[in-house]
T-cell receptor, first 109, second 115 residues
Framework: GAVVSQHPSRVICKSGTSVKIECRSLDFQATTMFWYRQFPKKSLMLMATSNEGSKATYEQGVEKDKFLINHASLTLSTLTVTSAHPEDSSFYIC?????FGPGTRLTVL | QKEVEQNSGPLSVPEGAIASLNCTYSDRGSQSFFWYRQYSGKSPELIMSIYSNGDKEDGRFTAQLNKASQYVSLLIRDSQPSDSATYLCAVKGSRGGTSYGKLTFGQGTILTVHP
């Protein structure tokens, strides 16, 4: 099946710093990608829809100024968590079509 | 009513048995349905997709879709301990709906296969 990669797989940062997560579709082009967040033992929560060449669409309750999404090409979307705080610690997963990336575990100290 | 609802778990079956996972959905216009397996601490892994009424088999997995009843299921034959995971049913939103193009997930069913 199609492959979606994410980088980094794990990141630890200090409170107040920004963290960028990359999501790539390796063998297909994706005009739309999705970003999810998942807390331990909880369901996947859709954060936003990343649209190539246009602004992302955020789900209700997700701060667009805190979670910056850029989809500059048909194979790359990035999620930047700005001014990260410990409550932003979570598992961030992207998807393209019906395929999920391996996820990025963010820990904010 | 939840948009996508899975049979409540957890589900425990002995090794070698058939595990049956069920899912109902509310968007009558949906055309794409998926089953994912998610191990603890990992991202969801696509195991089956189904788009037409009837059965679709892939190895030990069989997905069944009945659009009239708005029902999709997953059967796992010869269950193995390595099948122990959370299984997620996902439905792609139909055109014209508020969730067009997005996947809506059920709450997940935890499956345990015991030796």
């Amino acid at each position: 099946g199609a492959v979606v990669s994410q980088h980094p797989s794990r990141v630890i940062c200090k409170s107040g710093t920004s963290v960028k997560i990359e999501c790539r579709s390796l063998d297909f082009q994706a005009t739309t990608m999705f970003w999810y967040r998942q807390f331990p033992k909880k369901s996947l929560m859709l954060m936003a829809t990343s649209n190539e060449g246009s602004k992302a669409t955020y789900e209700q309750g997700v701060e667009k100024d805190k979670f910056l999404i850029n989809h500059a090409s048909l194979t790359l979307s990035t999620l930047t968590v700005t001014s990260a705080h410990p409550e932003d610690s979570s598992f961030y997963i992207c998807s393209a079509e019906q395929f999920f990336g391996p996820g990025t575990r963010l820990t904010v100290l | 009513q939840k948009e996508v609802e899975q049979n409540s778990g957890p589900l425990s079956v002995p090794e070698g048995a058939i595990a049956s996972l069920n899912c109902t959905y509310s968007d009558r216009g949906s055309q794409s349905f998926f089953w994912y397996r998610q191990y603890s601490g990992k991202s969801p892994e696509l195991i089956m997709s189904i788009y037409s009424n009837g059965d679709k088999e892939d190895g030990r997995f069989t997905a069944q879709l009945n659009k009239a009843s708005q029902y999709v299921s997953l059967l796992i034959r010869d269950s193995q301990p390595s099948d122990s995971a959370t299984y997620l049913c996902a439905v792609k939103g139909s055109r014209g709906g508020t969730s067009y193009g997005k996947l809506t997930f059920g709450q997940g069913t935890i499956l345990t296969v015991h030796p």
